[in-house]
């Protein structure tokens, strides 16, 4: 079993930038994948970023590159999205997921998610 906590959300404005960090406790946090995700009212979740367990490769959802920065700490069991430049439209509920065996966007593929935390931009 692993445990996910997200930290970091909050109100900001547009063009600011925002850390998100998660920490993960139980089974060994190296060995897994992490991903983030997020979901807005009336939406579905969808795929925000991925990092593989190493730290060597990373994933973004299209609307995401150039803006947000996935990155993880296996010292730290902890897994951050570094996000700037926000717009309004990123204003939604950001979750971290850890999986075993996959990576990427597909939200099936993780085994366990966190709570959440809540990031709003305002225009």
């Known amino acids: 079993q692993v445990q996910l906590v997200e930290s970091g959300g909050g109100l900001v404005q547009a063009g600011d930038s925002l850390r998100l960090s998660c920490v993960a406790s139980?089974?060994?946090?190296?060995?897994?994948?992490m991903g983030w995700f997020r979901q807005a009212p009336g939406k579905e979740r969808e795929f925000v970023a991925s990092v593989t367990w190493t730290g060597g490769r990373t994933s973004y959802a299209d609307s995401m590159k150039g803006r947000f920065t996935i990155s993880r700490d296996n010292a730290k069991n902890t897994v951050y999205l570094q996000m700037s430049s926000l717009k309004p439209e990123d204003t939604a509920i950001y979750y971290c997921a850890a999986s075993r065996t996959s990576f990427g966007s597909r939200k099936s593929g993780y085994d366990y998610w966190g709570q959440g935390t809540q990031v709003t931009v305002s225009s």
């Open positions: 139980g089974r060994t946090f190296s060995i897994y994948n």
